[in-house]
């Protein structure tokens, strides 16, 4: 993405790349054109999408008087999603599952000032695309983010699994792969499946990196719509400076089980994440095919009940 589109169509919170020497300003382009990249903040419809993610479905609670809390609001059906410092609830380990997150939507007649309002508000932080050692393209902060609190979105164009099928069977091994599978298991043992690809249009959660212990969590959060927002909360307190990372693979709060353990010590070609305890073959993401799984394993049967990251039947 060169330098001049970033100062052109950069959201609230995101700076430009690294500032280059004085020698070199008249160099615009720092991505020497390969991340020419058309900027979205929001999901947009992609080919074969059930469902835009630009239309407003869900009604909205009518908590003129009242703040949005359980019981009073129809926004909030359970516990309250976030504190009173706009930090997610139920990011420790005593979590069994992600909760659904469902924010107060543009219907609704609380006002904007509304705690139940986070993600919709957009970056409130400064982030900067910054070039790695060996990783490519990456993303890091430039202030101090707390646990809990929300980040950047995963945004792009939201697809169709055959296009899905379609786009990743186009790939070389050269390419890659920014498609994200997230799959949801509801109670009565449905499975709702959502895709998106930044490939083409995207935010700058397409420049985050893979880690084996990632700084940041993935939680759909639903506003206007039953599309999900792919939203990234930091796991844990960043500081300045620190690059951002989530975990490629969708273990659910990050944990690291029994299975990815030994995955780790048979591992012949250990991931370049620089994590001491890196357990995936590779930190860019992976070219899927059709029944494998975000880790690259096989799904027959899935390879984790409670993950949301994996592709297939």
Known sequence: ??????????????????????AHKGQLDVARGLENLPY??????????????????????????????????????????YDDNMCLR??????????PVFECNVLCQCSDHCRNRVVQKGLQFHLQVFQTDKK???????EFIPKGRYVCEYAG???????????????????????????????????????????????????LNHSCEPNLLMIPVRIDSMVPKL??????DILPGEELSYDYSGRFLNLMDTEDKESRQDSEDPCKCGSPASVFPSCKPLT??????????????????NSHFYLGT
């Open 40 to 81: 979205t903040p929001d999901l947009v419809l992609g080919p074969g999408a059930d469902i835009d993610p630009t239309q407003i479905t869900f009604p909205g609670c009518i908590c003129v008087k009242t703040p949005c809390f359980p019981g009073t609001c129809s926004c909030v059906r359970h516990d309250e999603n």
């Open 157 to 207: 164009e939201v697809l169709g699994f055959s296009e899905v099928q379609r786009r990743i069977n186009l790939q070389t091994t050269y390419d890659s792969n920014y498609i994200i599978a997230l799959r949801e298991h509801v109670y009565n043992g449905q499975v709702m499946e959502t895709f998106v690809d930044p490939t083409y249009v995207g935010n700058v959660g397409r420049f």
């Open 288 to 305: 899927l095919k059709e029944g494998q799984c975000l880790c690259g394993k096989q799904l027959a049967p899935p390879c984790k009940e």
């Open 90 to 99: 139920d990011t420790g380990l005593e979590a069994k599952y992600a909760k």
């Open 136 to 142: 490519g393209w990456g993303l890091r902060t430039l």
């Open 1 to 22: 993405m060169s330098a001049e589109a970033v100062k052109k169509k950069r959201p609230v919170g995101v700076t430009a790349p690294e500032e280059e020497p004085e």
């Open 231 to 236: 939203a990234l909360f930091a796991a844990k």
